[in-house]
T-cell receptor
């Protein structure tokens, strides 16, 4: 079983709408949690990074939350744009490596 | 541009062959990570090097090997290639260990390997 589970697997929304992506993890202890955006065929690009003591972190229209007690994180995208269409990957860091979720594939339609 | 350079961008080779993928980390980064991403799959961690030494190993096949050189660039060697090895191979680099607080990992654009 993957130690980082993401849901939904895929999501289609209309341009301008908001959406929330979920990440549950069992990795422990963890050092930090990141959300990456990966455009098709490209390398992932970091959106936010949070330590276990942080509850929320924003980057423009992207807001990530973290509940270290329940081991859950979410990524909220506000006022979606066509360019938001990508895979969003939750990554939990342990001491020596990163554990990747399978990602949520978001499609924003006009 | 993340500052991480991977070459080649594309590679097509036949089954049974051996290839070498190259990664140049960002200037000053000591850690290099290799990941495999098969079609429509998530990123699978293969191996990590830190300042020339292997530090962590993931699901890396015995047919695969890697090393990090004194100038900190890294190579991933894939041998006895099979059709199922076709994938995107990403390299990432960071200053230190990714477990460090706020240690960022930057990804290259990947090498797309096609085994025919």
């Amino acid at each position: 079983k993957n130690q980082v589970e993401q849901s939904p697997q895929s999501l289609i929304i209309l341009e301008g709408k908001n959406c929330t992506l979920q990440c549950n993890y069992t990795v422990s202890p963890f050092s930090n949690l990141r959300w990456y955006k990966q455009d098709t065929g490209r390398g992932p690009v970091s959106l936010t990074i949070m330590t276990f003591s942080e509850n929320t972190k924003s980057n423009g229209r992207y807001t990530a939350t973290l509940d270290a007690d329940t081991k859950q994180s979410s990524l909220h995208i506000t006022a979606s744009q066509l360019s938001d269409s990508a895979s969003y990957i939750c990554v939990v860091s342990v001491v020596l490596d990163m554990r990747f979720g399978a990602g949520t594939r978001l499609t924003v339609k006009p | 541009d993340s500052g991480v350079t991977q070459t080649p961008k594309h590679l097509i080779t036949a089954t049974g062959q051996r290839v070498t993928l190259r990664c140049s980390p960002r200037s000053g980064d000591l850690s290099v990570y290799w990941y495999q991403q098969s079609l429509d799959q998530g990123l699978q961690f293969l191996i990590q090097y830190y300042n020339g030494e292997e530090r962590a190993k993931g699901n890396i096949l015995e047919r695969f090997s890697a090393q990090q050189f004194p100038d900190l660039h890294s190579e991933l060697n894939l041998s006895s290639l099979e059709l199922g090895d076709s994938a995107l191979y990403f390299c990432a680099s960071s200053v230190g260990m990714t477990g460090g607080v706020n240690t960022e990992a930057f990804f290259g654009q990947g090498t797309r390997l096609t085994v025919v």
